[in-house]
């Protein structure tokens, strides 16, 4: 079946730390984002991608870093200076941009 | 800027009750309309979407109509089950060029009991 998997998802971090989260599609869809997820909030972007080797800042990148090396994959890299990491992060993926986007089951990091 | 404002939750109702979400929004431009739902602990589901003003999106008993006069796209159940308890959130796509954005609400926690 086509999807998008992200793992783990629970990931828990000692602060200092440096930590990457996976996101694989076999969607072949080109757009692939990364969206944080507070408890009783909306998402919020925070790096998106067109294509392969290509990927743009979202609205609150600061932090955090990505990579888009392969079109089925975006891992997204939660640095230590991101001040307050701890959230439910998801990835997402679209055909093009002006199309629906679709998302993975998510990764909740908590850093202590 | 562009942006999605959804009626506070939580909504709380019994089974078999009417649903309606109110969803308004701010846009330049024509956007596209999209209604997601998250399970708890879950990542986001596409429920409907419409792409032009009169769309109705429609899918599992729930509809919405995209109403540029009003700028609202509301969502509704005719009669919802317990298995319909779940957060939902409103979002558009809007912006020119090659990149549109998905710009969400804050979401809407449904709660349906027996």
């Known amino acids: 079946d086509g999807g998008i998997t992200q793992s783990p998802k629970y990931l828990f971090r000692k602060e200092g730390q440096n930590v990457t989260l996976s996101c694989e599609q076999n969607l072949n869809h080109d757009a692939m984002y990364w969206y944080r997820q507070d408890p009783g909030q909306g998402l919020r972007l925070i790096y998106y991608?067109?294509?392969?080797?290509?990927?743009q800042k979202g609205d609150i990148a600061e932090g955090y870093s990505v990579s888009r090396e392969k079109k089925e994959s975006f891992p997204l890299t939660v640095t230590s200076a991101q001040k307050n990491p701890t959230a439910f992060y998801l990835c997402a993926s679209s055909i093009g941009f002006k199309n629906e986007q679709y998302f993975g089951p998510g990764t909740r990091l908590t850093v202590t | 800027g562009d942006s999605v404002t959804q009626m506070e939750g939580p909504v709380t109702l019994s089974e078999e009750a009417f649903l309606t979400i109110n969803c308004t929004y701010t846009a330049t431009g024509y956007p596209s309309l999209f209604w997601y739902v998250q399970y708890p602990g879950e990542g986001l589901q596409l429920l409907l979407k419409a792409t032009k003003a009169d769309d109705k999106g429609s899918n599992k008993g729930f509809e919405a109509t995209y109403r540029k006069e009003t700028t609202s796209f509301h969502l509704e159940k005719g009669s919802v089950q317990v298995s319909d308890s779940a957060v939902y959130f409103c979002a558009l796509s809007a912006g020119t060029g090659g990149y549109n954005k998905l710009i969400f609400g804050a979401g809407t926690r449904l709660a349906v009991h027996p």
């Open positions: 991608s067109q294509i392969v080797n290509d990927f």
